[in-house]
């Protein structure tokens, strides 16, 4: 499992229009990512809403918010445009990433198991260091605790605008 203070995993994936987004792009910025298991789904779907919601107040911070599912690009075009998400979400098809980040398990479901997505959040500052993290985040309120963490965090590291 990653931890605090760890380099995050490296990752270039594509994106709704199949633009391929790394996590190089954003140098010098605070990073939102987030896993979720699936796109149109009652907890995923507000879990993208309440960023989108939210993602001005993100931007302030310098912060950029990304989303990576298992899901195709369309699928992700379709759950952007439906809803207004104003967050970048990115497809993990082979679970490369997911693996990386330790948010590829296995699941346990009416007593059937597989592998699934469990629910994640980093906050990567702009060195690329892992600042916080939540496996088997709940949805609900979560968006609080990650603006409190990242404001805390900035404040520790005095490096929140560059």
């Not at 990073?31 to 993602?55: H, Q, R």
């Not at 912060?63 to 998400?85: C, M, N, Q, R, W």
Request: proline share 4%; charged share 25%.
């Amino acid at each position: 499992m990653l931890k605090i203070g760890d380099i995050a995993p490296s990752f270039s994936l594509p994106d709704k229009d199949n633009n391929t987004v790394s996590l190089s792009n954003f140098k010098n910025k605070w990073i939102i990512l987030y896993f979720y298991p699936k796109d149109n789904t009652p907890g995923c779907t507000t879990e993208a809403c309440d960023f989108s919601v939210n993602i001005a107040d993100f931007q302030n911070l310098n912060a950029v918010v990304i989303g990576i599912s298992p899901d195709t690009p369309d699928s992700h075009k379709k759950f952007i445009e439906k809803y207004s998400l104003k967050v970048t979400l990115l497809s993990d098809q082979n679970h490369d990433v997911l693996e990386k980040y330790d948010a590829w398990q296995l699941k346990k479901n009416y007593g059937k198991e597989y592998m699934g997505v469990l629910r994640s959040t980093f906050i990567i500052n702009p060195e690329g260091k892992i600042e916080a993290l939540w496996y088997g985040v709940s949805v609900k309120n979560h968006i609080n605790e990650v603006q409190e963490k990242l404001k805390e965090a900035q404040k520790n590291n005095d490096v929140r605008t560059k």
